[in-house]
């Protein structure tokens, strides 16, 4: 790990400055706190350059991954996603779209159709479940017949259960594509762990769920990545679009890259989106230099130790315990609440992700973080509150860098290939940590802008990308279907 001093001498250009007492001025005793609270955040800290070597090390593990020779070793996967550049049109109609991924199972009910303006236009109706902890981590069969019975329930609500419809799912897990609708679960992340799902093909399991409940009927015929079906919704608002990103429970990034690149899959002309799968960058050492003992303690203590290291840096299932952690340390350190935690604070997974940003969203009384703590059980001084805070900040600040990291990488990827100087590119985002945080967009946007000198960038935000993205992309199967059969 880096030392301090080593730290003081950096390029201060992505830096942001923390030591702005919100009130007032300090006593002495506050300030020398203040001043070693200072100290053990600084390693949270990353330069401009430590940010270009991220950059670099994620692109070649993306090479690797996207190479036949190199692929079963490399951490990012790349997975192919059989979802292509193509002229086809799509099929007008009603399509049910299904989002698993998150602590939420949603079904959605999404009408395509065509719009005189535009060539096409969606509407949406959704309803949500939560997955009790018994389904995500019991058996898979569990699991998916606990869909499967949100499906008929949803079916049910909204008088369609006669129809036989054609059926979108959104499942962001890595799954390794034999085609657009058949896919193998390579390993669960983000909390699930349901036993007999892992190697199978995902689109069988949810088939033969419906097939046991029998009570209704519906006709599979695509399974994207969340990532994906960000990209496909967005691309529908702004043909720029060419990469998807999502930065909620987990995270991670998918683009469409030259057919020629993708080695996994036969066939030279034009364009595959890939599902990077980068939250697995990493796992085989390369973000060793940076990892913090607190990364260490919430690696070890999740569902997947030693995998999925980036994301653990990043993504909003880690966040806040990443956070009661940093506390947890200046507490030891005799620097915050008197050198006592709460029962509660000492317990796992009891800072929770939503408080990072309901703090940093303080306008500056201290009201919000003073009621945050206070039901944690503990009674924060104004210090205390300013302290907690700075530790929320310094957590979400290095997420938002790493993130922009990670994506310059790709984006500087494509424009390599795409041999251009300069060039502008759209991507579409989604997640909770993106969306909700206070400053994690902001400090994104400028990661990626300043490690892209050649980029035009525009960031769009997706609604409801996941399910509208699945359907869309839904109907264009269909429509490629139907060509099939009667060209
Ligand atoms: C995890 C999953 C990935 C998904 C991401 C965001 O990284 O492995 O498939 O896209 O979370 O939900």
Known sequence: MRSHSEKENKSSELNWKRFVPMTGGRCKMDL?????????????????????????????????????????????????????????????????????????????????????????????????????????????????????????????KHHIKHKKLPLGFTFSFPVRHEDLDKGILLNWTKGFKASGAEGNNIVGLLRDAIKRRGDFEMDVVAMVNDTVATMISCYYEDRSCEVGMIVGTGCNVCYMEEMHMVELVEGEEGRMCVNTEWGAFGDNGELEDFRLEYDRVVDESSLNPGHQLYEKLISGKYMGELVRLVLMKLVNEDLLFNGEASETLKTRGSFETRFVSQIESDTGDRKQIYNILSSLGVLPSELDCDIVRLACESVSTRAAHMCGAGLAGVVNLMRERRCLDEWKITVGVDGSVYKLHPRFKDLFHKTVRELTPNGDITFIQSEEGSGRGAALISAVACKMAARIITP
């Open 32 to 156: 020398h706190i203040m001043k070693k609270v200072d100290q053990i955040l600084s390693e949270f800290e990353l330069s401009k350059e430590e940010l270009k070597e991220v950059m670099g090390r994620m692109q070649r593990e993306m090479h690797r991954g996207l190479r036949v020779e190199t692929h079963n070793e490399a951490s990012v996967k790349m997975l192919p996603t059989y979802v292509c550049s193509t002229p086809e049109g799509s099929e007008v109609g009603d399509f049910l779209a299904l989002d698993l991924g998150g602590t939420n199972f949603r079904v959605m009910l999404v009408m395509v159709g065509e719009d005189e303006e535009r060539g096409w236009k969606v509407e949406t109706k959704h309803h949500m479940y939560s997955i009790p902890e018994d389904a995500m981590t019991g058996t898979a069969e569990m699991l998916f017949d606990y869909i499967a019975e949100c499906i008929s329930d949803f079916l049910d």
